[in-house]
């Protein structure tokens, strides 16, 4: 294997979808490894985490790991009580996510694990437990560097741009693309044709779209939420999650190199996700794009 590579260990949102009919794209959620050499990068602590504790501590490659979460919601941090790395001593972890202060990081990672929710605290971790936060502003794990960025999802979430062997990795796992298109919609449909408003608001649209861009553009890897299905989207607006089109579009937009189809909705089935690719491929073969695009499945493995 190469020394450099991305695994993907969960790739549903919301919740865990264990079932016989979903196990070709995997029910663990989100959760990403990245790895270089010695140094491993582990993006959100789904359930997906779960299984790469138990590897990286039966391996005993490396005793330290940078875990990075993009937000607190549960998809996001579920794994965590079960991770066997903080459990082990001589093990050292590095916490980042939304916070100010180390303190405010290392309590909302924390929380879930306190009676009546879990049995044991994080006072019982082994592991030698660092918690960094917003304001050190770019992270460096050995060769790995990370930037973060705020995403449209509600409460604060981020998105990381990861530099690593050479390629600029995007990790957006939650976020609305067309979050910021509703309100103007509405008022554009509300506005005279022919006033200046119009064209204001039509220049407003455009601006949202080029900023919504900035974070991915030029990314060798886009990992990005891929959540719904264009019905869906239509009934749960505002809920923080993209349609798989905009996903695409925005990927082509941006000129990604390969885009990879994440956070994918946990009732849907393998079926329903291959519709959802072919759709995808699809739209880029009439946009007449060069841009490459999968299904993140759990266990895949992208050499860098
Ligand atoms: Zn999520
Ligand atoms: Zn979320």
């Known amino acids: 294997m190469s020394p450099c590579y991305l695994r993907f260990w969960g790739v549903r949102g919301s919740y865990p979808a264990p079932f016989a009919t979903h196990m070709r794209t995997g029910g663990n959620t989100s959760c990403v490894e990245v790895r270089c050499a010695d140094h491993v990068l582990i993006v959100d602590a789904g359930t997906g985490i779960i299984p790469l504790g138990a590897r990286l501590v039966e391996q005993d490659a490396v005793r330290e790991v940078a875990i990075l979460v993009t937000h607190y919601h549960w998809d996001h941090i579920s794994g965590l009580p079960f991770f066997e790395p903080a459990f082990t001593p001589s093990w050292t972890l590095r916490f980042f996510g939304p916070g100010n202060t180390e303190m405010e990081v290392a309590e909302a990672l924390s929380e879930q694990m306190r009676a009546p929710y879990f049995p044991v605290e994080t006072e019982t971790w082994l592991a030698d437990v660092h918690y960094l936060h917003a304001k050190d502003g770019t992270i460096e794990h050995g060769p790995i560097r990370v930037t973060p960025f705020h995403v449209h999802h509600p409460g604060t979430t981020f998105g990381f741009r990861i530099e690593v062997a ?9 976020n609305e693309l067309l979050f910021l298109d509703a309100p103007i919609d509405q008022r554009l449909e509300e506005s005279d044709l022919d006033t200046g408003e119009h064209e204001l608001l039509v220049q ?33 607006r505002g809920w923080g999650h993209s349609c798989y089109i905009d996903t695409v579009n925005c990927a082509i937009d941006a000129r990604v190199g390969q885009l990879y189809l994440y956070h994918l909705d946990p009732s849907y089935p393998d079926t329903q996700v291959d519709a959802l690719h072919r759709e995808a491929q699809e739209i880029i073969r009439r946009r007449g794009s060069a841009l490459r695009c999968e299904v993140a499945r759990e266990g895949l493995v992208i050499p860098l």
Not at 168 to 174: A, F, L, N
Not at 211 to 233: C, G, K, N, V
Request: proline letters at 2%.
């Open 204 to 236: 407003m649209k455009e601006e949202a779209k080029r900023a919504s861009l900035q974070p991915f553009l030029d990314a060798d890897i886009l990992i990005h939420d891929s959540q719904y299905t264009r019905e869906d989207y239509a009934r749960k």
């Open 166 to 174: 050479g390629h600029t990795v995007v990790y957006v796992s939650d």
